[in-house]
């Protein structure tokens, strides 16, 4: 495709042969942003904000990887070891030598996690000391604490002689002697009044010490010690298993072993004691109980004794003078009196239930089974063949009806049978049963009151005499259990056997179980990377410079008519074809956009401006003018920036005569308007720079002037000042009636460009949209460039070939 662009010197652009210059038949939308047409996040503007400050956010993820890097040096690995302890469930077969378990699984648990297992470990340990040498722990080989010391971080230093030595805590001296004496040896009984009692107990030797020599060491709280302990050991044991797995971590890799080894030990010689001693808390329990049940026995025996010594002149009744006739007597009487009271409830039971039956009855039907739940009613022949008879009769009666009227004589008959029956055989039987049992009630109740009369005249002495016997059996089973116990409580004692014990100690770990460098590393890349898109963003959201359509189409309310892609040349000062076409097609769209939004209302006349210098407007306005001239319309560029117009040397014309010397009266209409080397196209330059130029664009000269563009030009375009620079854009948008307005994008001032924007409001001037000038085809502005290898190429005429003969007619 030929053609060139218009930048600073008078360059054209090709013949457009595919645009239609008959006047305009229709008008046409302007051009809207992709990115107002979508739905949802606009991705497109936060890629483009991230693609423009990708070096700032670089920057920051190396420096927070860097950081990172730097943290991992002051984070060092941690080591774990692991023992295994095997944990005897025996609560299920537990038997008199070998008891159950002292705990269950969830006890153990607890019992290891426990200080009771942790403080003998410190301090064998000495875990409470921290030489800032590692070679120094050779000289706390017999280092010793009491109950309470003094902690803190101290110093010993040993003089060059090797004899001398010197305590310094914050480099104050505290203690001193002679090598081989207690270094701050006491207790600390007086609650610290005396300053040399440090509660050490620690007298190292000449070899131990060496000579000109300086030991830092700090002192803690053991019991700080065992919550660290506590807090870095797991301890895993499943509800029904025996296998207790302790783990331990830490940042000592030469520590990790011996601490989860001495936790062990501990914790199996802790279970066993404790074990021991309670069994031995239960022998010397049941020790005691055999002793004071033996004493109890012996005491039952001799009442006994006593009782039948004292009982044994006494007149008695001959049937209780021995105690096995006592004893049957007692029990054959008891026998024979509880089974009459029996009886005589049964029997009143009966007769209860037969009255409440007949009393029933006599007030509405007899119900035969009513009588015959009642036991007594068995034993009366009578009574049952009357209530057979009556059930007998009334399934006749119910057959009967079934055949014949209640007339016939079969009916009548059996009818009188029944009601005989129940008026006067069941009532019969029924009194007379129940006078029969009233009599047998009556003759148990004498009977009964007799063998009261007989029980309370068995010897008080007899059964004095079984109570004693009662006792003397409790306290010999008493005693014979006891002492069983006792004896199996013993046997456990000296059978004891621990429920615990180690099966895997643990080893020095060669390998740090869990490094924190790869995550802290990763979490520093990742929140870096965060930081920075969080800043690119908050840096595009806080940049006031137009960088995206939509800021000119939805925040300023201004169409879009086209948008012009950035101009890059060659080495050699040109543009790649490519390039140009994307240029050249871009002023295409304008172009369109603006003939089409006049219709056919008479010639293309409006005001070029931008909200401030550096836009690109003057660009935008020659290479639009050569683009209506390319496309057949009779063009004008108008240079309307009187102060700083730089159109004539675009077009290399002359600046003067221009358009403010024909306004003076200087210079005649037709002098000051320059033909140009593009065809269609002329140009009026700005003229003679002058003070009161802005009053003299809005005379009535000026209006004549437009006049006269109107009856010999297609389209007038004229190029303002800045709207930053003064009132000349406003008056000359106010003569042409239309504004186009040029943004650049990433230069142009979004708060300037809305505070002007506010200003035309109140003028009598149509803004017809806006050009976007110098983006890049990519992000928010990636749907505003062409497709590559559509160009408009100019091709040659063809060159019809010679003929020797006629053509019959047919022309070349």
């Known amino acids: 495709m030929a053609g060139h662009l218009v930048s600073s010197q008078p360059q054209g652009l090709p013949p457009d042969p595919q645009v239609n210059i008959t006047p305009h038949l229709g008008t046409m939308a302007p051009m809207e942003s992709p990115e107002a047409r979508e739905a949802g996040v606009n991705w497109g503007r936060y890629v483009s904000a991230l693609r423009r400050y990708r070096w700032l956010m670089l920057g920051i993820i190396l420096l927070g990887s860097a950081l990172g890097v730097v943290a991992t040096k002051f984070m060092p690995p941690e080591y774990s070891a692991m023992t295994t302890i095997w944990v005897e469930n025996r609560n299920a077969g537990a038997g008199p030598i070998r008891p159950g378990s002292m705990l269950d699984n969830a006890g153990w648990t607890q019992l290891l996690q426990t200080p009771i297992i942790y403080e003998p470990v410190v301090r064998k340990l000495r875990l409470y000391i921290k030489p800032t040498d590692p070679a120094d722990s050779t000289a706390f080989s017999t280092f010793e604490v009491d109950k309470r010391f003094k902690t803190g971080v101290f110093t010993l230093e040993v003089a060059a002689n090797g004899k001398n030595w010197r305590l310094l805590d914050n480099d104050v001296q505290i203690d001193g002697g002679v090598v081989g004496d207690s270094i701050g040896n006491g207790d600390l009984s007086n609650n610290g009044k005396d300053p040399g009692s440090l509660g050490w107990l620690w007298a190292p030797s000449t070899a131990e010490l060496g000579r000109d020599r300086k030991i830092e060491f700090a002192l803690t709280d053991p019991r700080q010690v065992v919550a660290q302990i506590s807090k870095n050991l797991n301890v895993s044991l499943p509800e029904e298993g025996t296998f207790m797995r302790v783990t331990y971590s830490s940042i000592e890799q030469d520590e990790v072993a011996s601490i989860v080894n001495a936790v062990s030990t501990e914790f199996v010689e802790t279970a066993a004691d404790l074990k021991k001693r309670k069994l031995t808390e239960l022998r010397m329990a049941l020790d005691s109980q055999v002793t004071i049940a033996y004493q109890n026995l012996r005491n039952a025996e001799a009442s006994l004794k006593t009782f039948q010594i004292n009982t044994v002149t006494k007149p008695r009744p001959q049937a209780v003078l021995t105690a096995p006739g006592l004893q049957q007597t007692t029990n054959t009487t008891t026998a024979q009196y509880f089974a009459q009271r029996q009886s005589r409830d049964g029997i009143r039971q009966d007769r209860e239930q037969l009255e409440q039956v007949f009393a029933r009855s006599q007030s509405g039907p007899i119900t035969v089974d009513a009588f015959q739940t009642i036991p007594s009613v068995a034993n009366a022949p009578q009574l049952q063949q009357a209530l057979r008879d009556l059930t007998t009769r009334e399934a006749e009666l119910t057959a009967l009806l079934a055949r014949y009227t209640p007339e016939h004589p079969l009916v009548k008959q059996t009818q009188q049978d029944l009601d005989r029956i129940r008026t006067e055989l069941v009532p019969r039987y029924v009194q007379a049963l129940i006078g029969q049992l009233r009599l047998q009630e009556q003759d148990l109740d004498g009977r009964l009151t007799i063998a009261e009369s007989q029980m309370r005249e068995i010897p008080t002495v007899a059964i004095e005499e ?347």
């Open 466 to 812: 079984g109570r004693l016997m009662r006792e003397l059996g409790a306290a010999d089973e008493l005693y014979k259990m006891l002492s069983g116990r006792l004896e199996e409580a013993k046997l456990s004692e000296l059978s004891a056997i621990p429920d615990v014990r180690v099966l895997d100690w643990a080893v020095t770990p060669k390998k740090p179980s869990s490094s924190t460098a790869p995550k802290i590393i990763f979490m520093a890349v990742a929140a870096s990377i965060g930081a920075a898109i969080a800043l690119a963003l908050l840096l595009d959201q806080l940049d006031h410079r137009f960088r995206y359509p939509e800021q000119v189409s939805s925040e300023l309310g201004l169409p879009i008519l086209g948008a012009i892609p950035a101009i890059r040349k060659t080495r050699r000062g040109e543009l790649a074809p490519e390039q140009a076409a994307q240029v050249i097609e871009a002023f295409r769209t304008v172009r369109l956009n603006l003939a089409h939004s006049y219709g056919s209302a008479g010639p293309v006349m409006l005001t070029i401006s931008s909200p401030g210098a550096g836009d690109g407007k003057s660009l935008v306005s020659s290479n639009l003018a050569v683009s209506f001239a390319e496309a057949g319309y009779r063009t004008v560029l108008v240079d309307g920036d009187i102060r700083r117009g730089e159109i004539h040397r675009m077009f290399g014309v002359d600046r003067r005569p221009g358009l403010l010397d024909h306004l003076t009266g200087g210079a005649p209409f037709d002098e000051i308007i320059r033909p140009t080397s593009q065809r269609n196209l002329s140009v009026v330059p700005c003229g003679t720079r002058r003070h009161h130029g802005p009053e003299l664009l809005g005379s009535a000269a000026m209006a004549e002037a437009m006049a006269l563009f109107k009856t010999r030009f297609d389209v007038i375009i004229v190029d303002s000042p800045p709207l930053g620079a003064g009132i000349d854009p406003f008056v000359l948008g106010t003569t042409t009636g239309h504004l186009m307005l040029v943004f650049r994008t990433g230069e142009t001032d979004r708060q300037m460009a809305e505070a002007k924007l506010r200003l035309l409001d109140r003028l009598p001037v149509r803004v017809l949209g806006a050009v976007l000038n110098e983006i890049e085809a990519e992000g928010s502005y990636r749907y505003y460039s062409y497709l590559y290898g559509y160009t408009a190429d100019e091709e040659p005429a063809q060159i019809p070939a010679e003929t020797g003969g006629s053509t019959n007619g047919a022309g070349a």
